[in-house]
C-alpha cells in the first residue's frame, strides 16, 4: 500500500512539474503576443468589428479589447493591472484629470493630431489639458436631452423639460440611470448652470428628480431604456439624445431627439494613452486612426451605439448625417451645457440623491 | 490486512502524505478563490475611499442612510416572497412528479420541468420582459379579449421580479423537494395508514414533517441565489427600486468606490450567514 502510495505520489510530483513548464511556456508565449498586440480599454462602440478590422489589417496588428462601464470601473482594471499591461483608454472627457492625477496618461502629441478639424465646442480643454499638457483628444460626443416616439407625443411639447414632469406624459417616460446627465438636466430644468452647481443646489435639484421619477414607468440603463422606447414601453426617455435614436432610425423612424429651450447635457469621450504603454508608437497610430475621416465615421456609426463624430471632417454618409442632424450641430453645440464634474465629495452627494430618487415610491 | 503488532504505528510517510496531496487542491482552490478574496473584501471594507486610512465610516454609511437600509429591506422583502410563492408552487409540482406520474415517465417529466434551465438567465430574464410588457403577451391578451380597458403595469415593478425569480427557483426547488419525496419509504404512509390516519393526516403529520429537509435545502439555495442576484431585479424590476446588489454595484460605476461596495457585500454576506444559521440549527445539518 505504502509502495504504491509512493510511486502515486511521484507519478503526481513529476506531473506537477510538467504542468509546471507548460504554464510557465504558456505564459511566456502570451506575454510575447501580448507585447505584439494593441491592448485598449474601451467602451462598446470601439469593439465594432467594423471600426477596427481596417486598422487591423492595415499595421498588421491585433487590437485586445476590453469593454467597461463607468470611470470608476476602468480605473478600476488599470489598478489591478501591471503597468504596461494597456495601451489606450477611452474616458468620459470630464474624467480625463482623474486619469492623470493618478499618473497613469502620457501627454498627447497635438502637432500628430487633427486637432484643428474638431468642433471648437467639444475640444475640452478644461478637462482635457492639465498642467499645461494635453492627455486625452475628443472622439465623439452628443447629448443628453429628451428622447421621443413623436408619433407618440406632441413634438412641440418636447421642446420644454417642464414636459418631463407635466401631467400628459405620466407613467410615459423612462428615465437613462447615470446620475451626472439627468442631474444636469435638472439642473437645467430649475434654472442652474450644470459648472456652478453646489451642494447648495442640492436640495432643489432633488424636489426635480423627484417629480421625473413621480412621472416615469422606469429608471433603466442603456439597454434598458433604448429597448423601452423603442418597443412602445415608453414614448419618452429622459437623457435619450441621438445615442439611443440615431441607431435605430432605420427600423424606427418615428424615433428623434430634441434640444429643448433650457438646453442639453453635452456628453464626450476622449481617447488617451497610457504612460507606461509598451507600444506607443502603434497607440498614436490607433489615436489618428480613430480620429481620421473614415474612423470617425466608422466610430460615429458603430453598431454598439451611435454618436456625433468630434472632427468636422468626419467622412459620413448624408443619410447618416441627416440621422445625427450634423448641419444642426453649431446651433445645438451653442445651447448645450458641459456635463456636471463635480468634485469628489459633490459627486457622492450626487450619487446618494439619485440612490434616493431610485427608493422614492 | 494489519497484523496486531502493526496496529500502533503511525502509518508511513507516504501514506500520510497522500489524503493531503488529495485534498490540497480543493483546499488551495478555497484558499485562492474565497477565502483570500473575502479577507481582502474585508480590509478594503475598512479603508476610507479618499485617502486611504482605516475607518468604519463604510459601515456606519449603510446604518444611518435611509436609502441604504431600505435596500436591505427591499431585497429582504423580495427573497421572502419568492421563497415562499416558490416553495408553495414547487412542492405540488414534485409531489405529482412523485407521485402521481408513472415512474417510467418521471424522469423525462423532470427533464421537461427544468428545460428552462437549458436557457441563459440574462435571455429568460429579457423574455419575461417581453412577456410582461405593455405590448407583450399578458396585455395583449388582456386588453384584446375586452377584460381590461387599458394594460396593465406589469413589467418594471417589484412582481416583474417576483415572477422572473420564482420561473427559475420553483425548478431547483422542484429538484430537491422532488429528491426527497423519492427518498420517502413508502412504508410510513402504509403505517400510518395502519394506524387510523386518513390522507389529509397522513401528509401533513408524516409526509411533510420527513420532507422538510428538502423543502428547507432548496428554500435556503433559493434564498441565496435571489437575495445575492443582480440581473433579475435589474432587467424586470426597472429600477423602480434598489435592491443590494444594484446598490453595491452602484458604487463601483463611475466612482469606483470600491470600500463602500465591499462593506455593503460583507454585510449582505453577513445576512446570508445568518440565514445559513437558522436554517442548519432547524434541520440539524451539524449531525451529519
Known amino acids: 500500500m505504502s509502495v504504491k502510495s509512493g510511486n502515486l505520489l511521484s507519478v503526481l510530483k513529476r506531473r506537477l512539474h510538467a504542468a509546471c513548464a507548460a504554464t510557465a511556456l504558456l505564459l511566456a508565449a502570451g506575454s510575447l503576443a501580448e507585447a505584439a498586440d494593441l491592448n485598449a480599454l474601451i467602451w462598446c462602440d470601439h469593439s465594432d468589428p467594423a471600426l477596427l478590422q481596417p486598422f487591423e489589417e492595415a499595421n498588421n496588428v491585433k487590437v485586445n479589447v476590453k ?20 495601451d489606450v483608454m477611452v474616458i468620459d472627457s470630464i474624467d480625463v484629470p482623474r486619469g492623470v492625477e493618478k499618473g497613469l496618461f502620457e501627454p498627447l502629441p497635438e502637432d500628430k493630431l487633427p486637432f484643428g478639424d474638431l ?10 489639458i492639465v498642467g499645461g499638457k494635453r492627455y486625452g483628444i475628443t472622439e465623439k460626443f452628443g447629448y443628453n436631452t429628451i428622447g421621443f416616439n413623436k408619433t407618440k407625443v406632441d413634438p412641440a411639447d418636447m421642446q420644454s423639460l417642464a414636459s418631463l414632469t407635466s401631467d400628459k406624459y405620466k407613467g410615459k417616460i423612462a428615465i437613462y440611470d447615470y446620475y451626472l446627465p439627468v442631474i444636469g438636466m435638472a439642473a437645467l430644468a430649475i434654472g442652474k448652470k450644470t459648472a456652478e452647481l453646489t451642494e447648495a443646489d442640492l436640495p432643489a435639484l432633488k ?19 433604448q429597448t423601452a422606447l423603442a418597443t412602445g414601453e415608453v414614448d419618452i426617455l429622459v437623457g435619450g439624445g441621438e445615442w ?3 441607431g435605430l432610425a432605420k ?22 494613452m497610457f504612460k507606461d504603454s509598451k507600444n506607443k508608437d502603434m497607440a498614436l497610430k490607433f489615436i489618428q486612426y480613430i480620429m481620421s475621416p473614415e474612423g470617425q465615421a466608422r466610430l460615429a456609426t458603430s453598431s454598439c451605439y451611435w454618436g456625433m463624430p468630434s472632427n468636422t471632417k468626419a467622412a459620413l454618409t448624408g443619410d447618416q448625417k441627416k440621422v445625427l442632424r450634423f448641419d444642426e450641430q453649431p446651433d445645438f453645440l451653442a445651447r448645450a451645457q458641459a456635463y456636471p464634474a463635480p468634485n469628489a465629495d459633490l459627486d457622492k452627494k450626487m450619487q446618494d440623491m439619485w440612490t434616493e430618487m431610485l427608493q422614492a415610491k | 490486512m494489519n497484523s496486531a503488532g502493526n496496529s500502533g504505528r503511525a502509518p508511513p510517510r507516504a501514506g500520510r502524505a497522500l489524503p493531503w496531496a488529495l485534498v490540497t487542491p480543493a483546499l488551495a482552490w478555497t484558499l485562492a478563490f474565497f477565502v483570500l478574496p473575502f479577507v481582502a473584501m474585508g480590509l478594503s471594507s475598512l479603508t476610507a475611499h479618499e485617502g486611504g486610512g482605516l475607518t468604519l465610516a463604510n459601515y456606519s454609511q449603510f446604518f444611518t442612510n435611509a436609502s441604504y437600509w431600505q435596500a436591505m429591506v427591499n431585497s429582504l422583502q423580495v427573497t421572502a416572497i419568492v421563497t415562499v410563492v416558490s416553495v408553495l408552487l414547487a412542492y405540488p409540482f414534485a409531489w405529482i412528479l412523485a407521485e402521481q406520474v408513472p415512474e417510467r415517465w418521471q424522469r423525462l417529466a423532470l427533464m421537461l420541468a427544468v428545460l428552462p434551465f437549458w436557457t441563459s438567465y440574462v435571455v429568460r430574464s429579457y423574455s419575461w420582459l417581453l412577456v410582461l410588457a405593455q405590448n407583450g403577451v399578458i396585455n395583449r391578451a388582456l386588453t384584446g379579449s375586452g377584460l381590461i380597458a387599458e394594460p396593465l403595469q406589469l413589467a418594471n415593478t417589484r412582481l416583474a421580479t417576483v415572477t422572473g425569480f420564482v420561473h427559475f427557483f420553483v425548478m431547483l426547488l422542484t429538484l430537491t423537494i422532488f429528491a426527497n419525496l423519492k427518498q420517502l419509504s413508502p412504508s410510513y404512509r402504509k403505517a400510518a395508514a395502519d394506524l387510523g390516519a386518513g390522507p389529509v393526516r397522513t401528509f401533513l403529520h408524516v409526509v411533510l414533517p420527513l420532507t422538510l429537509p428538502g423543502i428547507m435545502v432548496g428554500a435556503f439555495l433559493t434564498f441565496v441565489l435571489c437575495i445575492g442576484d443582480y440581473i433579475t431585479p435589474q432587467i424586470l424590476g426597472g429600477n423602480n427600486e434598489l435592491l443590494m446588489p444594484q446598490l453595491v454595484m452602484m458604487q463601483i460605476g463611475r466612482r469606483g468606490d470600491f470600500p463602500l461596495a465591499s462593506a455593503l457585500s460583507i454585510i449582505l454576506m453577513a445576512v446570508v450567514t445568518l440565514a445559513y444559521l437558522a436554517c442548519a440549527r432547524w ?6
Open chain 1, 207 to 225: 424636489e426635480e428628480l423627484l417629480k421625473m421619477k413621480a412621472n416615469a414607468k422606469l429608471v433603466g440603463e442603456v439597454t434598458a431604456s
Open chain 1, 67 to 86: 469593454e467597461f462601464e463607468g470611470t470608476g470601473a476602468g480605473l478600476a482594471i488599470v489598478e489591478q493591472s501591471q503597468p504596461g499591461d494597456w
Open chain 2, 283 to 288: 434541520l440539524k445539518i451539524e449531525r451529519a
Open chain 1, 251 to 272: 427600423e424606427n423612424p418615428a424615433l428623434d431627439f430634441s434640444i429643448p429651450k433650457e438646453g442639453a447635457v453635452l456628453w464626450s469621450q476622449s481617447l488617451a
Open chain 1, 119 to 128: 468642433f471648437p465646442q467639444v475640444k475640452m480643454d478644461g478637462s482635457t
Open chain 1, 244 to 246: 439611443v435614436t440615431a
